[in-house]
């Protein structure tokens, strides 16, 4: 069996840095939503008006926590399960 809390706490950080710098970009430049649209995915959509507050910041390192977090669970559970 995998060390799943070791991996949810290393997983847990590594997305808490990333949302960081990408939020914080984001804060500081504000066209860098379009133009990573438009260069990385190739798509040009309006993507309405940035809303930049505390609780937006927190709200979203939460969100993403969690959905890590689950991705980690299902990663392990289908491991341990291929492993047998």
Not at 32 to 61: P, V
Request: aromatic share 16%.
């Amino acid at each position: 069996m995998s060390n799943i809390m070791h991996l949810l706490k290393v997983v847990a950080l590594w997305v808490s840095i990333v949302y960081t710098v990408c939020f914080f970009g984001v804060l500081l430049f504000p066209s860098i939503r379009a133009d990573f649209m438009l260069y990385a995915l190739h798509s040009k959509a309006n993507l309405g008006e940035s809303i930049l507050t505390f609780g937006s910041f927190l709200s979203g390192l939460i969100l993403w926590n969690l959905l890590a977090a689950l991705g980690v669970w299902l990663f392990v559970l289908l491991y341990n399960r291929i492993q047998r």
